[in-house]
């Protein structure tokens, strides 16, 4: 009786999946293609140099983020990850990482935008979010493997698929928390919906954007570990080879340039987030009322350290008021 009811749902699946690899073969060969060939040469940029090389270069991009104690603290952990064996491995790493955020940003803040902009979107978006967010890490990898073979191809769309949900879902926060009167002024000042979405939204939206990418290349640097049981390599090959072998110290080794990795990348993108309370857009929100409403319309330029005189705001108001 229950043999009767039952729900052919995985027949489904597979038909769709062979209709699918029959019909769009060529697509998937084009995307295969072009992750490839930018995997290939950020893996060229960061596997080739030697490390003594690598290493004052990521340090001076942690210096000039966060300041001299990161900087040093990731020669520190870098030199660790040379010290166990791990550098190219992590390199390697690395570059599956970036190359996956990058791909999973494209997709995301676009979309998170249209979905802040749009209610229907949004309705349609967020079950699908929900949907990328609760289905296991493992589960990336089966039609990423039947759609793109094994290799390092297949663990990136994964990690692109597992990553992307926070950055929709932050982008579009971080435009409806943007002050509505805000938006209003630049509207009743003849600002297009397009500028007033580059000069304000997105300048005040940036902090809770930027949190969005930071949990991108979090996630990405977690997956492309597991997407290493299909041939994506890096640091991911060691930690599934010491779990095949009981290897402890292998596990420990690989497992160490992981933290050593995250921690890194976290603060870095942590800090590029903060770097707001020097830019314009912490001038901007410190003017007074008069003086935003002028700058959302475009008509009064913002000179560093000073705000508008009150007349060049008053000689901006539209006449009639």
Known sequence: MLDDLRLPLGDWVESAVDWITANLAVVFDVIKTIVLALYEFVEVLLVEPPFWVMIPILAAIAFLVRGWKMGLGTIVGLFVIVLVNQWDNAMATLALALVAAVFALLLAIPLGIWAARNDRVSNIVRPILDFLQTM???????????????????????????????????????????????????????????????????????PTIMTGVNQIIMLSLSMVVIAAMVGAGGLGQPIVQALQRIDVGLGAEAGLSVVILAIILDRVTNSLGNLKDSSPVAKYRALGWGSRQAIAAGRVPVTPGAAPAAETTNAAAPSGR
């Open 136 to 206: 296991p890490a493992f589960v990336y990898l089966i039609p990423a493997i039947i759609l793109f073979s094994v290799g390092v191809v297949p663990g990136i769309i994964a990690t692109i698929a597992f990553a992307m949900a926070p950055g929709v879902r932050l982008t579009e926060l971080g435009i409806r928390g943007v002050d509505k009167e805000i938006v209003e002024a630049g509207t009743a000042f003849g600002a297009s919906p397009g500028r007033i979405l580059r000069q304000i939204q997105l300048p005040l939206a940036l």
